[in-house]
Structure formats: structure tokens, C-alpha cells
């Protein structure tokens, strides 16, 4: 079973934090610009994603930007 996503949006410091499942002692590792995963230390199963300066990254550009991950989305429930 997949496990839940959940989204928070800090506006004052401008940073996106994604969480994946029940919280779990992770450790950070950049992938890029102000990017960060955070990832088991045992198995390297990303468990969560932070982008800073988020929307100062997103409103500097009329055209989309993609971020260095891939993700798969399965609905749950009807």
C-alpha cells in the first residue's frame, strides 16, 4: 500500500517540505540548488523533499520547471 503524502508551505521562510508516511529519523541530502531529500540512513528510501526559496524558484519564470526526482501517484480510495 502506498504511503500518504503530506504537504506544508512555510511562506515566511519560503520553503516547501513534502513528507512521505509517518515520520522517521532521516537523514538530508542535496540533490541540487536548494533542493533536499531525506532519506533512511539504513536503506535510502526517500521519505521526504524540501525545496527552498520555492516560490521565488517558480515566479521568476512564465514557463514550468522541473525538479531533479520522479514520482509515482496512485490514487487511493473512491
Known amino acids: ?19 512521505v508516511g509517518k515520520p522517521k ?7 541540487g540548488k536548494d533542493i533536499l531529500i531525506r532519506v ?7 521519505v521526504g523533499l524540501t525545496v527552498l526559496n520555492f516560490e521565488q524558484r517558480f515566479s521568476k519564470t512564465d514557463q514550468s520547471q522541473s ?3 520522479e514520482a509515482e501517484f496512485v490514487a487511493v480510495g473512491s
Do not use: C, G
Request: aromatic share 8%; proline share 6%.
Open 40 to 46: 533512511l540512513p539504513q536503506t535510502n528510501k526517500i
Open 1 to 19: 500500500m502506498a504511503e500518504k503524502m503530506k504537504f506544508y508551505y512555510d511562506k515566511r521562510n519560503d520553503i516547501l517540505d513534502i513528507s
Open 67 to 69: 525538479l531533479p526526482i
Open 25 to 31: 529519523k532521516a537523514v538530508s541530502k542535496e540533490l
